[in-house]
C-alpha cells in the first residue's frame, strides 16, 4: 500500500505523526517546528525527515524544490488567543492564532487530499461577542480553498488519558470527494452519545509518549536538560490516539472511494 505523505505543521513533539504513522498507512515526510525543544525530540526520533523552522516562510514551491510531494496537511495551530485562559484576541491578523492563515496559504500551494487540524474546544463557540464566528470563518476558509469539512469534540479522556482535555478535530478534503460514511462521527468512541471516558480503545504506547506506562512523568536523564521545555512539549502536545483514530477512520473511507478520484480532486 502505497502511503500518505504528511506535512506536519507546528509539530509540537511528534503527536500527531506518531498516531498517522502508528496506522501504517502515513508516512510524515516534513515536520515545522520553531521551538527549539521539540525540534530536538522530532530529530531524535525522526532523523531522517527534514524540519522546518518557520511556518511563515514555508512554501509549496520550497518543498517541490526539495522533492517533497504531500497529501495530508496536519497542524495544531496556536491557541493562545483562542483559549478562556487566554485574551481570545481570535485567529486575525497579528495574533498567534492567526497563524491559522498559514494553513490555510499552504493548502492552497499544494492541494492535499487531506488536511486534520486540531484546537481546543473553545473554537467551536468563541468569540463571545458572536458565538460561533472562529469556526465560521475556519470553515469559510476551507470552502474558499475547495475542501468540505467534519468536525467533533474529541476529549483526550475518551481515548484512556487521566484527563478531559477537550478539543476540537477537523478533517477536510476537496469537495469533490464524497465519502459513503462520516469520517469522525462516524468512527468518534462516543456511548450512548457521551464520550466513555476512561476506557482506552487503542492499545497503550510504549514509546514514552501518550496514556499508557509512563507516558505523563518527566524523568531526570532523558537526554533534555531543559524542563520547562519539555513541561511545555508534553502540556502542548496531542495525544496520539486521536489521529491514530482519524487515521485510521480515513483509511478506511479510502477502501470505499477511488483513490484516483481523490487524487484527482486534489490537484
Known amino acids: 500500500m502505497t502511503k500518505l505523505r504528511v506535512l506536519d505543521l507546528f509539530s509540537g513533539i511528534g503527536g500527531f505523526s506518531l498516531g498517522l504513522e502508528r496506522t501504517g498507512g502515513f508516512e510524515t515526510v516534513a515536520f515545522c517546528e520553531i521551538e527549539p525543544f521539540p525540534r ?32 495530508v496537511i496536519t497542524g495544531g495551530f496556536p491557541c493562545q488567543d483562542i483559549s478562556f485562559a487566554g485574551k481570545q484576541s481570535g485567529i486575525k491578523e497579528g495574533t498567534r492564532s492567526g497563524l491559522w492563515s498559514e494553513i490555510v496559504r499552504l493548502i492552497g500551494e499544494l ?63 476537496p469537495t469533490k ?10 468512527h468518534s468512541p462516543k456511548s450512548d452519545g457521551q464520550w466513555k ?28 536538560p531543559e524542563f520547562l521545555g519539555e513541561l511545555n512539549g508534553f502540556g502542548n502536545a496531542v495525544v496520539p490516539q486521536i489521529p491514530e483514530l482519524i487515521g485510521n477512520a480515513i483509511l478506511a473511507a479510502e477502501t470505499d472511494v477511488d483513490a484516483n478520484e481523490i487524487r484527482k480532486a486534489g490537484q
Not at 492535499?112 to 458572536?130: F, M
Not at 465560521?136 to 487521566?162: H, K, Q, T
Not at 471516558?197 to 504506547?205: I, R, V
Not at 496514556?211 to 537526554?223: A, E, I, K, M, Q
Open 177 to 186: 470527494v464524497k465519502f459513503t460514511g462520516d469520517l469522525l462521527c462516524g
Open 111 to 173: 492541494s492535499p487530499r487531506y488536511v486534520i487540524v486540531e484546537n481546543v474546544a473553545a473554537l467551536l463557540s468563541g468569540p463571545s461577542e458572536q458565538r460561533g464566528g472562529w469556526f465560521g470563518r475556519i470553515l469559510s476558509d476551507l470552502a474558499e480553498c475547495g475542501y468540505d469539512a467534519e468536525w467533533e469534540n474529541i476529549p483526550a479522556a475518551a481515548l484512556g488519558a487521566p484527563h478531559r482535555r477537550e478539543r476540537v478535530w477537523i478533517v477536510a478534503y
Open 40 to 71: 530536538k525530540v522530532l530529530a531524535k526520533h525522526w532523523p531522517e525527515v527534514p524540519c522546518y523552522e518557520d511556518v511563515t516562510k514555508l512554501t509549496g514551491d520550497i518543498l517541490r524544490r526539495n522533492g517533497i510531494a504531500v497529501d
Open 197 to 224: 471516558a476512561g476506557t482506552s480503545l487503542l492499545p497503550p504506547y510504549s514509546s514514552g509518549m501518550g496514556p499508557g506506562n509512563d507516558s505523563f512523568t518527566l524523568r531526570d536523564g532523558d537526554g533534555f
